[in-house]
């Protein structure tokens, strides 16, 4: 790894000698600096966003922003943080802006494409800056208290066990690949 390039809409906590964050308005994106591959991990909620359109607006406009402007910088592989229901004709608002966003990065013809649908994603979201969501954390604690009842795929998954699947697939992706929660909780 020579360098790490991080686009964010805000300045990260951490640092290291190989880690570059630019901080952008993913609406006027600019060119980035030449890469090999590109992760998507930006996202809100629509209580966050305060509506659906300016939900839709991070959730896929700026995801697609990225994945273009990467593959303009020379990524000729992708990884995509996405939802468990994502799905382009759901009727549930959520699911299908997920859904919308991973066939917008399918048509743009990456060498490699690596979709991972977490199931209900588990972390400090405190130390990320974001807000603490009550019911999530009772639900994180539940899913591991039950933990050997829940089918893998829907058991809570930590963000970074997301960010290591995809960091081992993604180099190697040949076309399109989705990671359930459970593949990338056995790593």
């Known amino acids: 790894m020579a360098a790490v390039h991080v686009v964010a809409r805000r300045s990260l906590a951490s640092s290291h000698a190989k880690l570059t964050t630019?901080?952008?308005?993913f609406a006027a994106?600019?060119?980035?600096?030449?890469?090999?591959?590109?992760?998507?991990?930006l996202g809100t909620t629509i209580k966050v966003a305060g509506s659906q359109s300016a939900f839709r607006a991070v959730d896929f406009d700026a995801n697609l922003a990225v994945a273009?402007?990467?593959?303009?910088a020379g990524a000729s592989h992708l990884g995509l943080v996405s939802a468990m229901g994502a799905d382009a004709h759901s009727s549930i608002f959520y699911n299908r802006v997920k859904g919308e966003l991973e066939e917008a990065l399918?048509?743009?013809g990456f060498a490699g494409l690596v979709i991972?649908?977490?199931?209900?994603l588990a972390g400090?979201?405190?130390?990320?800056?974001?807000?603490?969501?009550?019911?999530?954390?009772?639900?994180?604690?539940?899913?591991?208290?039950?933990?050997?009842?829940?089918?893998a795929d829907f058991r809570?998954?930590?963000?970074?066990?997301?960010?290591?699947?995809l960091l081992h697939e993604v180099p190697v992706a040949v076309g399109k690949k989705v990671l359930l929660s459970g593949a990338m909780q056995q790593r």
């Open 22 to 25: 630019h901080i952008v308005d």
């Open 29 to 41: 994106l600019g060119a980035l600096p030449p890469v090999d591959e590109a992760y998507l991990a």
């Open 68 to 72: 273009c402007a990467a593959q303009v």
């Open 106 to 108: 399918s048509g743009l």
């Open 116 to 120: 991972a649908r977490p199931s209900m």
């Open 124 to 151: 400090d979201r405190a130390a990320l800056g974001q807000p603490v969501r009550s019911g999530e954390q009772l639900a994180v604690r539940l899913s591991r208290w039950l933990r050997p009842l829940i089918p």
């Open 156 to 165: 809570s998954i930590a963000a970074r066990d997301v960010a290591g699947a």
